[in-house]
């Protein structure tokens, strides 16, 4: 019975992880945050971030307290979540990885070329 359970807990948490992922990939977090939360430009990382700070944070974004000015998008997508999904969000983006070779940049870039793309 304990095998069970602990499958069903297991299964449950897979299913949430999935369930935030699909949330912040329809919302199109990765179009200013990165496919990893990795940060892109002067928008900030959310991968590695502690939980409990991430957590403090979507609950200001949903009370409408940002501190940059830029920031203020943010609040619609944070009211969208209801209190489950704002615990389950703030521990999916404390668990993401970066799974790309970071240093792929550095080894394409060719410091005689001309640069463009």
Known sequence: MKIISLF?????????TDTMEMVYLKNACNACHGMYGEGIGSNPRLQG??????????????????????????????KSLDENQTKQMAHYLSNL??????????????????GGS
Request: hydrophobic letters at 35%; zero cysteines.
């Open 97 to 114: 990885k970066t799974t790309v070779d970071e240093d792929r940049y550095d080894e394409e870039y060719d410091p005689n070329d001309d």
């Open 8 to 16: 069903l807990s297991f299964t449950l948490l897979l299913s949430a």
């Open 49 to 78: 971030i502690r939980e409990d700070i991430l957590l403090r944070r979507l609950k200001e974004l949903q009370q409408g307290k940002t501190r940059l000015d830029y920031g203020s998008v943010m609040i619609s997508f944070a």
